[in-house]
């Protein structure tokens, strides 16, 4: 599945069948994180899978408050947790539920989560980890090409501009993509010596 943004801005998302394509495209959330900067890929189809297929824990009474009742919505988007993954946040009653969901998270967002489902203060979870991963620019959401440069973009997507780097990356073999270099990491494993 590839998606298409402005004149000249590519993301290829998936490969899949035709029909399973367009599932995918109608339960994903390309966005802008509005504390990163990076662009996010929000799978909601598999977060509420997921959650739905969690099994219901016997200890746990039906009338059990959320995990995150005491976090508000707005400390969830202060620390970098996407809206839309808020409602599912409040259906978890159980660290297992939540073990269950990180996985199909941005890695801001399950940081946070996990943060807080360990019963960590928001502002401890802010200073530990939000504001470590914070750009110091101004985040304009709509903003693509910029996003594309961020370092959190970076960490989660190969970017290149280059159609033989393109093709060469699509011709790699599975096990090629198992290996993953933080940006800094890949610049000097990379860099030219004399």
Known sequence: MLMHYADRIYYLVAVLPHEDAYDFAANILFDINKVTGGIELIN????YGTLSGQPKAADIAPDTPSLFAG?????????????SIVPALREIRSEDAVLGIVETLPKLAR???????????VEEVWEQVSSLAATAEEVDTQ???????????????VVTGDFAEFGRILTEPLSAWRIFLHPAQRALAERKTP
Do not use: N, Q
Request: glycine share 6%; charged share 30%; with cysteine.
């Open 44 to 47: 909601l189809g598999s977060l």
């Open 71 to 83: 976090v508000s919505d707005a400390d969830f988007e202060r620390l970098g947790v996407h809206t």
């Open 111 to 121: 940081d946070v989560i996990l943060c807080l489902a360990d019963g960590m203060p």
């Open 143 to 157: 903003d693509y090409e910029a996003a594309i440069e961020r370092p959190a973009t970076k960490e989660a997507f």
